[in-house]
């Protein structure tokens, strides 16, 4: 399930260095019949405001019904409107004693009215899933197509209201709908919330969006997914950091641990990591460990699954040094995952109407995926399919009208820290 590698087997004495890591996990496919899974609980918070009109809303309505259908019968599931005011469609319950008639009738009252206060809507669905019985755990899925107009307005303080939430084991998804929502304070909130982002520039993405959470919700395989890196010598240790999104991590005497999150059936990630080691005097040579544990919980059996890896590094001598052959996935994997900074750079730049700077950049960052593209029969699968999809992604982004540059761009940055394929192109 698990594998741990380093960018070099060897460095050399006399100079600090970066070293990169790639730790890769494979969630095992869950069976054609699954085992029975622990219940969770599902709570849709919908904004409802005027600017949700023309069939916006009526889509999401029937999306939603189409999901409940899905859960099983020991999910909870609650439905939440908001515009300037809050109305409880749906009380959390569970979905065995939900009747689709009054389902069908609920969700007839959803019609687009006021303006937008996702503060409001976004305190009352946490609420909600706070009644989740013990032991359940709750996502959130927030969705909205405007820019907050009442309320706290602020993406850091809402980030928080959903950093709070995840202490109650409630996560938040945010799903942006049209080209007019805020995407600063959606992704604050997904990202606070350990969840997804996803942008439904076009209103009928939004339909995939849902099912790619829901499908997350009924695949999940491995659970509680987390590292613990740690380098043999003290003294030579300076940090670890994480390339992509870690959902915590917490400093250890010679290294430190990372909470990673889920993985679905069969889905396979990699987490990448830079170690800063210190310099070791120019006539030292020996070896360094540094030994990974990898560990999560399987979402169905809750049985406890892990893995520990001793990687050896050579120190040697500056004299008549050979420089190792670098490990070509842990360096494609590296480059992957910087892209997620220059996507939210350019997506930043648009935002602040420089549009030009943003696609140079853009521009710049697809002909580095190129210069990948010329490796790919070096690479793993994974990683071969990885760059893959990167190299696509930033030609479509190239594509996309100004006015959903930086939705679009937003939302990609979002998955590529994080490893995620994007749901419009399948599994």
């Not at 303006?115 to 909205?144: C, D, M, W, Y």
Request: proline residues 3%; hydrophobic residues 40%.
């Amino acid at each position: 399930m698990f594998s741990a590698r380093l960018q070099a087997s060897r460095i050399k004495a006399g100079e600090p260095r970066t070293l990169g890591l790639l730790i890769e996990a494979a969630a095992p496919a869950l069976p054609s019949e699954q085992l029975t899974r622990t219940p969770e609980a599902v709570v849709f918070v919908v904004d409802r405001s005027g600017s949700m009109g023309g069939g916006r809303l009526d889509l999401i309505k029937n999306t939603i019904s189409e999901m409940i259908g899905q859960l099983n019968p020991a999910d909870h599931v609650a439905v939440i409107s908001f515009d300037t005011q809050i109305e409880t469609h749906l009380p959390l319950i569970q979905k065995e004693k939900l009747d689709a008639g009054m389902l069908r009738r609920e969700l007839a009252q959803l019609e687009p009215r006021g303006g937008t206060n996702i503060e409001l809507g976004f305190r009352h669905g946490i609420a909600e899933a706070a009644k989740a019985p013990q032991g359940v755990e709750a996502k959130l899925i927030l969705l909205s197509d405007g820019h907050a107009n009442h309320g706290v307005k602020d993406a850091a303080q809402l980030g928080q209201l959903a950093a709070v939430a995840t202490e109650h084991f409630v996560s938040t998804s945010t799903i942006g709908i049209g080209t007019g929502y805020d995407e600063t304070i959606l992704t604050a909130v997904a990202s606070s919330g350990h969840g997804n982002h996803f942008a439904a520039v076009k209103v009928e993405e939004a339909v995939l969006a849902l099912q790619d959470e829901i499908d997350g919700l009924l695949e999940r395989s491995i659970r509680n997914l987390k590292c613990e890196i740690r380098v043999s010598d003290r003294s030579a240790f300076k940090s670890i950091t994480p390339v992509g999104y870690v959902r915590d991590q917490k400093k250890l005497g010679s290294g430190s641990s990372f909470k990673l999150g889920e993985l679905v059936s069969g889905e396979e990630r990699g987490y990448a990591f830079a170690i800063d080691l210190s310099a070791y005097p120019a006539d030292f040579v020996g070896e360094l460990e540094i030994s990974i544990e990898v560990s999560g919980e399987n979402a169905l059996s809750s049985e406890q699954v892990s893995e520990r890896f001793n990687l050896k590094l050579e120190i040697a001598s500056p004299v008549g040094f050979v420089t190792p052959e670098l490990d070509e996935d842990v360096v494609a994997e590296l480059a992957v995952f910087r892209l997620a900074a220059v996507k939210e750079q350019a997506a930043t730049a648009a935002r602040e109407g420089s549009l030009s700077i943003a696609r140079e950049m853009i521009a710049n960052a697809q002909s580095d995926t190129n210069l990948l593209m010329q490796q790919l029969d070096k690479l793993s699968p994974r990683v071969r399919l990885r760059v893959l999809a990167e190299n696509h992604e930033l030609a479509e982004l190239l594509g996309f009208t100004d006015i959903e540059f930086a939705k679009r761009a937003s939302e990609s940055s979002y998955r590529s820290a994080r490893s995620k394929f994007n749901p419009r192109e399948g599994k």
